[in-house]
């Protein structure tokens, strides 16, 4: 049986200047499960996006950037 659930899924994007290598990644990443995303300029902030999407939160298809904080209580 399958543990994955796409409450857990994404689609990550990486823009053309993306350089693995150099360590230089850019993008945009989608939460499957409720449409919302956010681009990111580096590692960290792909991994930031990961969690502050994947948190519970309603389907409203906005769109964020990495660098927006915002808490959801």
Not at 21 to 32: A, I, K, L, P, Q
């Amino acid at each position: 049986m399958n543990d994955y659930h796409h409450a857990g899924a994404f689609v990550v994007q990486f823009r053309t200047v993306t350089d693995f290598e150099s360590g230089r990644v850019e993008g945009r990443v989608e939460h499957v499960a409720s449409g919302r995303t956010a681009h990111f300029e580096s590692a960290t902030e792909l991994l930031e996006a990961f969690t502050r999407l994947s948190k519970s939160a309603p389907v409203d298809h906005q769109t964020v950037t990495a660098r927006e904080k915002y808490e959801r209580r």
